[in-house]
């Protein structure tokens, strides 16, 4: 059975930063490509970063470029995302999702597209 599983979010002010935790099992992982998503309200789904499977090539989303950083670990079946300097438009809900074919995850705009999905954290970022 695979599993994602989401950890890190919570409710922090401005310019704070939050660590992002995405952990898989069920598949093997080093052959996937894993993304971050996130949600907000009323918005539709929007991908934010992507790590490839192999030799860990990155893809960014322009609105979190400079601020997000993503990371795999191949030994922990884990993939980190980095947030910094966090802004209100970083509210929402962050998924975390894995792809055998499709490496670079920041144009998918609909959940059909990639295989596996993890089922959320939250982020809210206020002051």
């Known amino acids: 059975q695979v599993q994602l599983v989401e950890s890190g979010g919570g409710s922090v002010e401005p310019g704070a930063s939050l660590r992002l935790s995405c952990t898989v099992s069920?598949?093997?992982?080093?052959?996937?490509?894993v993304g971050w998503f996130r949600q907000a309200p009323g918005k539709e789904l929007e991908g934010v970063a992507s790590?490839?499977?192999?030799?860990?090539?990155?893809n960014y989303a322009d609105s979190i470029l400079g601020r997000f950083t993503i990371h795999r670990d191949n030994a922990k079946n884990t993939v980190y995302l980095q947030m910094d300097n966090l802004k209100p438009e970083d509210t929402g809900v962050y998924y975390c999702?894995?792809?055998?074919?499709?490496?670079?995850?920041?144009?998918?705009?609909?959940?059909?597209?990639?295989?596996?999905w993890g089922q959320g954290t939250q982020v809210t970022v206020s002051s």
């Open positions: 999702a894995a792809d055998r074919q499709i490496e670079n995850m920041v144009p998918v705009t609909t959940r059909w597209m990639i295989d596996n």
């Open positions: 790590v490839h499977s192999r030799g860990g090539a990155t």
């Open positions: 069920g598949l093997p992982f080093e052959y996937y490509a």
